[in-house]
Each structure stands twice: as C-alpha cells, then as structure tokens.
C-alpha cells in the first residue's frame, strides 16, 4: 500500500517534522541489537545470561550498554529479586507495545526484501 504524502500536503515544515520524527525513533532503537533484544525479551521475562544466549554473538558489555538505555527509554524494566545470589530479569514494559505494528511491518519488509535479493540471486548474469 503506497502512503507517500500527496504534493499538495508536502511543505517543507512538513517534510522536517517527518524527519525529526524517524531521527527521533531512530535515536531510540538505533544499533545491531535494540530490536533485536526487545524481539527476545517479547516472549517475556529473562535473565541476563538467558538473553545473551538467545542473542548469539552479543558481548556482555554491549548486552548491559543496550538493557540500560531501553531501561532509559522505558522499553524494559529491571526486576531485582532479593534471593541468594541475587537474581535479576530484564522484560518488556506496556510502552514496548507501542513498537508492535512497526515491528510487523519491519518484518514483513524484511520477508519481501530477503525474497527479492534470493530472486536476484537467482537469475543469470548478462556476460
């Protein structure tokens, strides 16, 4: 479906404020693991070790920088449990749902991108 802005509804305040608005939610989830990480953490709760497995080649350090600023930005919460050892789990927020119907789109854009390039693949080069 083609949602391009019609010309007569494009201005140049516009088209910035339509820019500001994907550098902002870029900003937010910007990097190799942010979607990637709220992805993981949307089949519910886990711990730190469990998400770094499920994230195959994210380093501890990276894993802890990405939690925190989704912490930051209110798309995880850290729940600390009194137990010994102390135990945490890192899961989604109801904000994180706010990403939902982006996600599926990106998604869906990626199916269709991943299908045109394997096509791409496919087809004899012109020598």
Same mark, same amino acid.
Request: glycine fraction near 4%; hydrophobic fraction near 40%.
């Given at each position: *479906?083609?949602?391009? %802005?019609?010309?007569? *509804?494009?201005?140049?305040?516009?088209?910035?404020?339509?820019?500001?608005?994907?550098?902002?939610?870029?900003?937010?989830?910007?990097?190799?693991?942010?979607?990637?990480?709220? %992805?993981?953490?949307?089949?519910?709760? *886990?711990?730190?070790?469990?998400?770094?497995?499920?994230?195959?080649?994210?380093?501890?350090?990276?894993?802890?920088?990405?939690?925190?600023? %989704?912490?930051?930005?209110?798309?995880?919460?850290?729940?600390?449990? +009194?137990?010994?050892?102390?135990?945490?789990?890192?899961? %989604?927020?109801?904000? +994180?749902?706010?990403?939902?119907?982006?996600?599926?789109?990106?998604?869906?854009?990626?199916?269709?991108?991943?299908?045109?390039?394997?096509?791409?693949?496919?087809?004899? +080069?012109?020598?």
């Amino acid at each position: *479906m083609e949602t391009r %802005l019609k010309p007569e *509804m494009h201005s140049r305040q516009a088209c910035t404020a339509s820019v500001m608005a994907v550098k902002d939610a870029l900003y937010v989830l910007n990097g190799k693991w942010k979607l990637p990480l709220i %992805l993981a953490l949307s089949n519910g709760p *886990m711990r730190f070790n469990d998400i770094q497995r499920a994230l195959d080649g994210i380093t501890p350090k990276i894993l802890s920088k990405e939690l925190r600023e %989704l912490e930051m930005n209110e798309f995880v919460e850290r729940k600390v449990f +009194s137990t010994t050892p102390v135990s945490v789990t890192y899961e %989604l927020t109801p904000y +994180s749902r706010s990403l939902d119907k982006v996600l599926e789109e990106l998604k869906n854009w990626g199916i269709q991108h991943r299908k045109r390039i394997v096509a791409g693949m496919r087809k004899p +080069s012109a020598a």
